[in-house]
């Protein structure tokens, strides 16, 4: 099992739609989490950090399950600038230093 | 506000011939990494560095070296370029808070032929 799993999508939808993604993690011991975003050969810029308690950021809301071990982001009224491909990440607790553990990204496409 | 600066931006090697990648940030951060991007496998962890004059291995460290001398600058050193080295490299920072996510550098694109 990968310790960061994430449908691949492309998730093609119209602009104003609303787009869920989950996230699954293997490490129960998991402290921390994200959400990246990557433009088309840019590099990952954060988005947001994912709380216990869930927190919302403008159209952008992001949850954590620890019980199902999974996170998610939901993107309301999307935009076609919100178009690009986002990176659940999870920063563990293995090994020394601050070691983050990338999801290999969903895709989406926002569509007039 | 130049945050994580990586040179160079483009790079075309040919077997077997050496290069370094330099990554300068200018936050302070403690810990820097190098980060390999391949189509469908995500960002894979090279090398990472938890303060100056300290490397350790990441995911996929065969084939590559690294220092850290100095505190804001991490290279990432290819001794004898191979084809399976044609990749994305990315460098990141972060402080030493586990909480804090890392910032990236826009990244070094490099084939060997």
């Known amino acids: 099992r990968k310790e960061v799993e994430q449908d691949p999508g492309p998730f093609n939808v119209p602009e104003g739609a609303t787009v869920a993604f989950n996230c699954t993690y293997s490490n129960s011991a998991s402290q921390s989490f994200f959400w990246y975003r990557q433009d088309c050969r840019k590099e990952p810029k954060l988005l947001m950090s994912?709380?216990?308690s869930g927190n919302e950021d403008g159209r952008f809301t992001a949850q954590l399950n620890r019980a199902s071990q999974y996170i998610s982001l939901l993107i309301r009224d999307s935009k076609l600038s919100d178009s690009a491909t986002y990176l659940c990440v999870v920063n563990g607790l293995t090994g020394g230093g601050n070691k983050l553990t990338f999801g290999t990204g969903t895709q989406l496409k926002v569509e007039l | 506000n130049a945050g994580v600066t990586q040179t160079p931006k483009f790079r075309v090697l040919k077997t077997g011939q050496s290069m370094t990648l330099l990554c300068a940030q200018d936050m302070n951060h403690e810990y820097m990494y190098w980060y390999r991007q391949d189509p469908g496998m995500g960002l894979r962890l090279i090398h990472y560095?938890?303060?100056?004059?300290?490397?350790a291995k990441g995911e996929v460290p065969d084939g590559y070296n690294v220092s850290r001398l100095k505190k804001q600058n991490f290279l990432l050193g290819l001794e004898s370029a191979a084809p399976s080295q044609t990749s994305v490299y990315f460098c990141a920072s972060s402080p030493v808070s586990l909480n804090q996510p890392q910032h990236f550098g826009d990244g070094t694109r490099l084939s060997i032929l």
């Open positions: 560095s938890v303060g100056e004059g300290t490397t």
């Open positions: 994912v709380y216990s």
